[in-house]
T-cell receptor, first 113, second 114 residues
Framework: DAGITQSPRHKVTETGTPVTLRCHQT?????MYWYRQDPGHGLRLIHY???????DKGEVSDGYSVSRSKTEDFLLTLESATSSQTSVYFC????????????FGNGTRLTVT | GNSVTQMEGPVTLSEEAFLTINCTYT??????LFWYVQYPGEGLQLLLK?????DKGSNKGFEATYRKETTSFHLEKGSVQVSDSAVYFC?????????????FGAGTRLAVHP
């Protein structure tokens, strides 16, 4: 299994509070991704990174920011959590060759009350 | 834009039945196509992939053929087992965007009973 660790695995927070989710990889892969999974929507890309300090937006980036200061860590921050951000968040990594598959972490279940 | 459409679930089958989960796509150029599987409480795992037209991906008894003429990548298995119960996602990545953005279908839940 790809070495991907997401933390925390579960979090409950209140509306308006900041939240940071962490993804840590031990594979030295260049590409890292944050997806959210919601019923009926499959997985939707929030942000991704193609190198240290290099990031780009996905299709549902509003309300989220990311940072990647080291190859192994990719942080997702909700500056002011809202109930619509209640979801399961998955981190994924990908090796450099084109068409390489994504490898996923086990997810973080976030509940915003 | 690029998109993936999967048949809605849940799909409920008896053990040893034949499985088909339909997937069609819209994409510019020549995308790569994937099937991922998600077991309860886990992340997605790659099941199989195909990178060009007429390629057949296969793994663990599952197969899917990249059909450019019908823009489809249907997942099949000849004899399902209870352990195949999971959610299956069809996905594509496209040369536009440098293969960076994997686009997923909504997922199809499969339930296999003894």
């Amino acid at each position: 299994d790809a070495g991907i660790t997401q933390s925390p695995r579960h979090k409950v927070t209140e509306t308006g509070t900041p939240v940071t989710l962490r993804c840590h990889q031990t594979e030295n892969h260049r590409y890292m991704y944050w997806y959210r999974q919601d019923p009926g929507h499959g997985l939707r890309l929030i942000h991704y990174s193609y190198g240290v300090k290099d990031t780009d937006k996905g299709e549902v980036s509003d309300g989220y920011s990311v940072s990647r200061s080291k190859t192994e860590d990719f942080l997702l921050t909700l500056e002011s959590a809202t109930s619509s951000q209640t979801s399961v968040y998955f981190c994924a990594i990908r090796d450099t060759p084109e068409n390489s598959p994504l490898h996923f972490g086990n997810g973080t279940r976030l509940t915003v009350t | 834009g690029n998109s993936v459409t999967q048949m809605e679930g849940p799909v409920t089958l008896s053990e040893e039945a034949f499985l088909t989960i339909n997937c069609t796509y819209t994409a510019t150029g020549y995308p790569s196509l994937f099937w991922y599987v998600q077991y309860p409480g886990e992340g997605l795992q790659l099941l199989l992939k195909a990178t060009k037209a007429d390629d057949k991906g296969s793994n663990k008894g599952f197969e899917a053929t990249y059909r450019k003429e019908t823009t489809s990548f249907h997942l099949e298995k000849g004899s399902v087992q209870v352990s195949d119960s999971a959610v299956y996602f069809c996905a594509l990545s496209s040369p536009s965007g440098g293969y960076n953005k994997l686009i997923f279908g909504a997922g199809t839940r499969l339930a296999v009973h003894p």
